[in-house]
């Protein structure tokens, strides 16, 4: 007899899409995120049978394996790339066209023109306050002896700075979302 649970190909029909742009936005790697989504699917699967929700909850059921798979890659994924590295071993690549067609399903060019709209609404202040912090990943005593200010002023200009990138993406996925 078959495991109860979510219909896993109705899911992957109905979210499959909208999972892998999830990913995909979150590692901004394509190949990253095509193996976290093969990797949810599998997962979710595999556990349809201990899923006690309601049909309303699939979905956030099926989010929350892909938010786990995300956190465990981050875990575990400088100290694989080193080992993988040590050994000599490549991760295989993606066909480019296979690439092309997960940036464009999951709308990463126009996220980039959205953050990219959004940099430049910034002030000459954040914006430098946030490619220092986000882009050349310096801490913020670093960020702020570089700006001259203090350790307190730049956590608020990235801060104000996030924000305002948050809202334009926010428009951007809302705008994306009426017209999927």
Not at 1 to 12: I, T
């Amino acid at each position: 007899m078959f495991d109860k649970g979510p219909d896993v190909k109705a899911l992957y029909s109905d979210h499959g899409d909208e999972l892998l742009r999830f990913l995909v936005r979150r590692t901004g790697d394509t190949e990253i995120a095509a193996d976290l989504w093969g990797e949810t699917f599998a997962q979710a699967l595999g556990s349809r049978g201990r899923f006690r929700g309601s049909d309303e909850q699939e979905v956030a059921w099926l989010y929350t394996i892909a938010r786990r798979q995300l956190a465990r890659y981050y875990r575990r994924g400088e100290a694989e790339c080193r080992a993988m590295q040590r050994l000599g071993m490549e991760r295989p690549a993606i066909s480019a066209e296979t690439e092309a067609q997960i940036v464009q399903r999951a709308g990463l060019d126009e996220m980039r023109d959205a953050i990219a709209a959004g940099v430049a609404m910034l002030s000459d202040g954040a914006r430098e306050a946030i490619t220092l912090r986000i882009v050349d990943e310096l801490s913020y005593s670093d960020l702020a002896s570089r700006l001259a200010i203090s350790e307190q002023a730049a956590r608020l200009r990235v801060s104000r700075g996030m924000r305002t990138l948050a809202r334009v993406l926010d428009v951007q996925t809302l705008k994306e979302a009426r017209e999927g």
